[in-house]
């Protein structure tokens, strides 16, 4: 069973090194969060899953990766100057804040339950701002990106030519974005720091109904492809009245977390909206002549775009699972071998010397194509427990048959199935086992 406590996985990352809590030793800084050596390794690994995906196995999409800081010019272009905003309440009886389209009760404080103690609503954005160079001033003013979507906006006419593409084409990026969000909430789920998984996919305008189709179909497999049960998982389009003021369109991957179902990624039609604006406010031509049809055209952006880190989250809900195993009950996250943190372990059977050489080298070959913990720790039924909660999928058991006979034994994570392995024979068992 998928966790359907936040509290299960939450524990689970702080005691086995996924997340932490950034400056706990400080008392904490509200919404922020530090990933520890499982936890940076398994959102690396969403991150290189999607590239994979959206990058490396197509030819139609490049990679780029744009600056954080920017000027005000790039975002009053594109309208997060003047509509990037949520509206802002306070409870004038326990003086919390809180956004009044997230209430369940636009007139009952959450916190305190009194009703009828907000202030009006007012508008409050959601950028960072900063001062770039070392006088203050209006002329200094940048802002930290909300999004990754406008460097590749405004990066597209060099994309275009120095990539030597032609619509139907893809720009993807992934990377940090900031939000100074009003009520951070859920752990990871929505911070002020995060990561984003962006693809601006540039089309003719006339293809662009059937290109988001094609991405609302091709974006909800990948999460089932990467171990989501599909009855977790739904694609909802966005009512007239949520749509961002540049869509035509769009339509949200959501997971059933445990407050309920909620976004994962939103798969957007952006028009030809951002580069009509860049190239108005920046005076540079944003656009593409098709020789084979003789037309100039701005083309029309379909947008796949996905927090890292929720998804990571999401990844780890519908991964960890309970069962029993010689009558003791077991905590196991299946999670796909592409994004396991370790795919993984070599655990010699005893520390003795005469088998940690070898178990050293064994080690040593798999580490050349995966990452691999050591482990010598503790009894063995112990180590295969530990591996089993963070998710590794193969556990590589050296012991001293293994002196006589060149063999080691290969552990399942997901049945406990053991078979021995010539260890001549090994990268290739295991590359068989993951699928890569």
């Known amino acids: 069973m998928p966790a359907t406590d936040l509290d299960q996985i939450v524990s689970l990352c702080k005691r086995r090194g996924f997340v932490y809590q950034s400056a706990e030793i400080y008392g904490g800084f509200r919404s922020t969060y530090d990933y520890g050596p499982l936890g940076s390794l398994l959102l690396r690994n969403v991150k290189n899953a999607w590239i994979r995906s959206m990058v490396q196995t197509r030819d139609d999409v490049v990679l780029i990766d744009a600056a954080i800081l920017g000027p005000p010019q790039v975002w009053e272009a594109s309208g997060h100057l003047g509509n990037f905003t949520d509206p802002l309440v306070d409870c004038t009886n326990c003086k919390t804040r809180h956004r009044l ?14 009703v009828d103690s907000f202030t009006e609503a007012r508008e409050f954005n959601l950028m960072f701002k900063t001062q770039a160079g070392p006088v203050e001033g209006a002329g200094s003013d940048a802002y930290l990106r909300p999004e990754t979507a406008q460097g590749m906006f405004t990066n ?31 752990w990871i789920f929505r911070t002020r720091e995060f990561e984003q998984m962006e693809l601006e996919f540039f089309v003719p305008p006339a293809d662009s109904p059937t290109w988001y189709e094609y991405w609302c179909r091709e974006r909800m497999n990948w999460y089932v492809e990467h171990g989501i049960p599909e009855s977790m998982l739904r694609l909802r389009a966005h009512d007239d009245d949520e749509l961002s003021h540049y869509s035509a369109g769009t339509s949200d991957v959501e997971f059933m977390f445990p407050w309920g179902f909620d976004e994962l990624e939103g798969i957007a039609q952006r028009t030809d909206y951002d580069l009509k604006q860049h190239a108005e406010h920046s005076g540079e031509r944003l656009d593409y002549f098709d020789p084979q049809t003789n037309e100039r055209y701005v083309p029309y952006v379909i947008e796949p775009a ?51 050489p070898l178990a050293h080298e064994v080690r040593k070959v798999l580490a050349d194509r995966y990452m691999v913990d050591y482990d010598e720790t503790q009894n063995i039924g112990k180590r295969y427990r530990r591996q089993d909660e963070i998710g590794t999928p193969l556990a590589v058991t050296v012991d001293f048959d293994s002196l006589d006979d060149n063999a080691v034994t290969v552990r399942d994570r997901d049945t406990t199935e053991q078979v021995r392995v010539p260890i001549a024979d090994l990268v290739g068992a295991v590359a068989n086992k993951l699928g890569f």
């Open 306 to 356: 996905a927090g890292a880190t929720r998804t990571m989250a999401a990844f780890l809900l519908a991964a960890y699972d309970e069962d029993v195993i010689n009558d003791e009950t077991r905590t196991v996250l299946r999670l796909h071998p592409r994004l396991a943190p370790y795919q993984v372990a070599v655990l010699p059977l005893s520390r003795k010397d005469t088998l940690t």
């Open 156 to 186: 597209f006419a060099q994309v275009l030519q120095t990539a030597r593409k032609k619509p139907p084409f893809g720009i993807a990026q992934v990377g940090k974005s900031f939000r100074n969000e009003i009520t951070p909430q859920n």
């Open 101 to 114: 389209d997230k209430l369940d009760d636009p007139r009952v404080c959450p916190e305190c339950g009194a």
